[in-house]
């Protein structure tokens, strides 16, 4: 069963179509890319999946729910789960920001430095755990914000060029 559909999604700013009539699925365990030119659309589709923004026609399903039917009160927890990695907390260490999103899903306590740790090490900046994110270049800064998304083991991770700032390696 698919976890993402879109179905004749179309999405129109003031007379301007920024996507028309687009229908995919992404089933479970996908790792998927969407690419494009400057403009082609990419940035509406992820805000149409974190409900930013509503299609003007057709619709939207995650893990067979019409987002369409979400009441407003719902919304902020569903962004919550979408989106994880959004900004980061200057003032708190690299270790501090991925607790975040363990605290937001409720998943704080036992195993938390585990799962921070391994995240962390996934990135490849587990040695700046105790540094502050103004200490940290460009790149490790995204790949802080990837650890947080990634620490909730989430079913679905949405980013929005999460590798602009990443260097090859």
């Not at 103004?134 to 914000?145: T, W, Y």
């Amino acid at each position: 069963m698919a976890e993402i559909v879109f179905d004749h999604v179309t999405k129109v700013f003031q007379e301007q179509i920024a996507l028309e009539d687009i229908s995919f699925q992404i089933e479970k365990g996908e790792f998927v890319f969407v690419t494009g030119k400057s403009g082609a659309g990419k940035s509406t589709l992820l805000e149409l999946l974190i409900k930013q923004q509503e299609p003007t026609a057709g619709n939207v399903f995650v893990f067979q729910k019409a987002l369409g039917v979400l009441k407003e009160k719902e919304i902020p927890h569903y962004r919550r789960i979408m989106s994880p990695e959004i900004g980061m907390l200057n003032n708190m260490t690299v270790y501090e920001n991925v607790a975040l999103a363990l605290y937001a899903v409720e998943q704080g306590g036992k195993g938390m430095k585990r799962k921070i740790m391994r995240a962390l090490g996934l990135v490849g900046i587990a040695e700046k755990a105790y540094a502050y994110p103004k200490e940290l270049s460009g790149g490790e800064q995204a790949r802080m914000l990837l650890a947080r998304a990634m620490v909730v083991n989430p079913d679905v991770l949405i980013a929005d060029e999460p590798t602009a700032n990443l260097d090859p390696d």
